[in-house]
């Protein structure tokens, strides 16, 4: 009982996230808000089976607190602070003082990463028309702040060896249902994957702009046509790399879990089996 209500409560949460922009954006149309509110109920209803189950099938480290937490957060925060920009001080997400604040942060980051060939000004470019340039990229700086706080953060946690939180048997294919530990050395395959993850979430900066300008209508930008998508384009442009990131970061620190023990073959380390 424990576990499914658990599950109902986050299942209830990435609902919650589903329908953030349509309910903080001005002038959002039933339809869109009916869109969002059906793709959040298939969403949480996914949610429940995966965490409501004694295993799950697709979603990782499902029971090693806080690496999917700290990827909602992410998502959920950006998707918040990105909406409430848009929609100004007349909305009613938040106070005027608060959206000063997101704005200033959000241009000061925008300031620094404003440079050639940075992943702020290929995501701008891709998706900014000439009137929303400078909104785009607060927007962005933003996001990347709020992506890269969480990540510093969890980096820490793992630095530390304190991760996963809660010390209990682990195993690693509730850890990674998707992962096949029998093809190879366990240890060497986590290691290798885990910095394969490292590396292609520091490319999703630069990658990712080149999908988002396949979404921006001819002759304006997405802030313009659809500040909805807007908001979820630029969330996605900063959390993907950062959930690339934390689930590379976790399989290293598997690796170096199975290492102390001196057991790859099985991986048994402070709790870890691979059956």
Do not use: K
């Amino acid at each position: 009982m424990t576990r499914f209500l658990g599950a109902l409560a986050r299942a209830f949460l990435v609902l919650l996230l589903a329908v953030t922009p349509s309910a903080v954006l001005p002038d959002v149309g039933a339809e869109q808000a009916q869109v969002a509110l059906l793709l959040g109920l298939f969403m949480g209803i996914f949610v429940l089976s995966e965490y409501s189950g004694p295993a799950p099938g697709l979603i990782g480290f499902r029971d090693a607190p806080p690496i999917n937490r700290l990827r909602f957060l992410v998502l959920f925060l950006n998707a918040f602070c990105l909406s409430a920009l848009i929609a100004g001080p007349e909305s009613e997400a938040g106070s005027p003082a608060l959206l000063i604040v997101l704005q200033a942060m959000g241009q000061v980051v925008a300031l620094g990463l404003d440079f050639p060939g940075s992943p702020l000004r290929l995501m701008v470019g891709a998706v900014a028309g000439p009137s929303d340039a400078d909104a785009v990229a607060t927007m962005c700086g933003l996001a990347f702040l709020i992506s890269g706080t969480v990540l510093v953060a969890f980096a820490m946690i793992v630095r530390r060896g304190a991760w996963p939180l809660n010390r209990a048997p682990a195993n690693l294919w509730v850890l990674l249902p998707t992962f096949d530990p029998a093809r190879g050395a366990l240890q060497e395959r986590l290691r290798w994957d885990g910095r394969f993850c490292v590396v292609l979430g520091l490319c999703l900066p630069f990658l990712l702009p080149m999908l988002a300008a396949l979404s921006v209508p001819a002759g304006g930008g997405l802030a313009m046509a659809a500040p909805q998508t807007l908001v979820w384009v630029v969330a996605f442009w900063s959390w993907a790399p950062v959930a690339m990131v934390m689930r590379g970061l976790a399989m290293m620190r598997l690796a170096g879990m199975a290492a102390q023990r001196g057991s790859a073959r099985d991986g048994r380390a402070h709790g870890l089996v691979s059956s």
